[in-house]
């Protein structure tokens, strides 16, 4: 099992970057397929990005892609979501969240939030146009 706190959010202006942290703590955290999901008011939760837990391989949500970067240190036990050029439509709550290790998602890409089964409490990222 695995805890995930994330940090790093807050107000910024269109077009600056900002870089989300998710703090895990538990066992065997490099076993753990790792993911960033956001959500808007009155949106569903959506994919933004993720990273693979044996390859380090990345992937992305069409909106961000070329914008946003995942990044993963097993040692520290740290996912980070580097977002620059930010829009006003980037702003939502985002979470971090982490795959069972038992469970291979399609592909070996994990899109879809039900495959995710712990999640941070969110962070709020607020951008203004």
């Known amino acids: 099992q695995v805890q995930l706190v994330e940090s790093g959010g807050g107000l910024v202006q269109a077009g600056d970057s900002l870089r989300l942290s998710c703090t895990a703590s538990?066992?065997?955290?490099?076993?753990?397929?790792m993911g960033w999901f956001r959500q808007a008011p009155g949106l569903e939760r959506g994919f933004v990005a993720g990273?693979?837990?044996?390859?380090?391989?990345?992937y992305y949500a069409d909106s961000v892609k070329g914008r946003f970067t995942i990044l993963r240190d097993n040692a520290e036990n740290l996912v980070y979501l580097q977002m620059n050029s930010l829009k006003p439509e980037d702003t939502a709550v985002y979470y971090c969240?982490?795959?069972?290790?038992?469970?291979?998602?399609?592909?070996?890409?994990?899109?879809?939030?039900?495959?995710?089964?712990?999640w941070g409490q969110g962070t709020q990222v607020t951008v203004s146009s």
């Open positions: 969240a982490a795959v069972d290790p038992r469970y291979t998602c399609s592909g070996y890409e994990c899109h879809d939030l039900h495959e995710y089964d712990y």
């Open positions: 538990g066992r065997s955290f490099s076993s753990y397929a």
């Open positions: 990273i693979t837990w044996s390859t380090g391989s990345t």
